[in-house]
């Protein structure tokens, strides 16, 4: 290695040590179980759940203790619907606070059985902020054929949604249910359960409650326009771009984009610093910055 690259060498590993050392920074605090559960953001959240939860039974997606709701509190915990009650009669002493493993932490009563499910699409992709799972009557109608809706019809759907995956059936409540979503999670902010119902994932509590909404109203108007007697009226493919361009733009999941890659972590030890430093050399070194 020439002295130039020796110096150049050094500079590069000051500059990614300097930025490894913001990134640590950024790392959350361990917080107590017993502080997260009792903090403003857990207030928020329970308030939030129990609202969705309402308007869940309110529009009939959810019926007896059926369906699920959780929230990403932090780094480390998740505030979830406990397992046979109504979502219509939520009180904020009924919301758990569990680890990223599903052990219950703080709460009057057990969580959902089908939290592993919501821990998959956390663990699976960082993205998700929220889920909600629901059984709405006519996306679930979908779900008992193992079939997702038509894509290229209605605007609405298109940009928040695009095309649903229908994950394989499993039996509820099962770690082998939880990983029937993981081949979709990443490109796919709404998923059909076969034989089940919907998951829906988003950056809130709220959000994800209105994929669902959009799915199910779509799924309706779709059965809908079947019975009209007439053609369906496609989107034309350079509108259909148009729109596709605007969703890019806001950076939200759709399959029909390039398949989502996830960023590298940042090192962990000196030898992966060196790597790193290496390989920054290198990709200077193809662009004659080094010359
Ligand atoms: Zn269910």
Redesign the pocket.
């Known amino acids: 290695m020439s002295p130039v690259r020796e110096l150049d060498a050094t500079q590069v590993r000051e500059v990614v040590e300097a930025a490894l050392s913001v990134l640590r920074e950024r790392e959350p605090v361990h917080v107590s179980p017993s502080v997260a559960v009792n903090s403003f953001e857990a207030d928020g959240l329970r308030a939030e759940i129990i609202a969705v939860g309402r308007k869940l039974w309110e529009r009939k997606y959810v019926d007896g203790a059926?369906?699920?709701i959780s929230a990403r509190l932090n780094s480390e915990y998740v505030l979830c619907t406990p397992t046979m009650l109504s979502k219509g009669d939520l009180q904020p002493a009924d919301i758990c606070l569990t680890d990223l493993e599903g052990n219950i932490l703080a709460g009057d009563r057990l969580r959902t059985s089908?939290l592993l499910l919501h821990l998959e699409i956390y663990r699976f992709n960082p993205r998700a902020r929220a889920v909600v799972?629901?059984?709405p009557p006519h996306a679930t109608g979908f779900a008992l054929t193992g079939s997702a809706p038509p894509n290229g019809y209605m605007s609405e759907f298109e940009f928040f949604i695009g095309p649903v995956a229908v994950a394989p059936y499993e039996t509820?409540g099962t770690p082998g249910f939880a990983e029937t979503i993981r081949p979709f999670v990443h490109d796919h902010n709404t998923i059909l359960?076969a034989n089940?119902?919907i998951v829906c994932w988003s950056d809130t509590v709220t959000h994800a409650e209105w994929l669902a909404e959009i799915l199910e109203t779509y799924c309706t108007m779709y059965l809908i326009a079947q019975q009209v007697g007439r053609p369906l009226l496609p989107i034309s493919e350079p509108k259909m771009q148009e729109l596709l361009a605007a969703k890019r733009r806001l950076g939200w999941p759709d399959a029909r984009f390039s398949p989502f890659v996830e960023p590298p972590s940042p090192p962990a030890n000196p030898t992966d610093l060196d790597h790193l430093v290496e390989r920054v050399l290198a990709r200077l070194d193809a662009r004659d910055c080094l010359r």
């Open positions: 059926g369906g699920n089908e799972h629901c059984h509820p359960l089940h119902g």
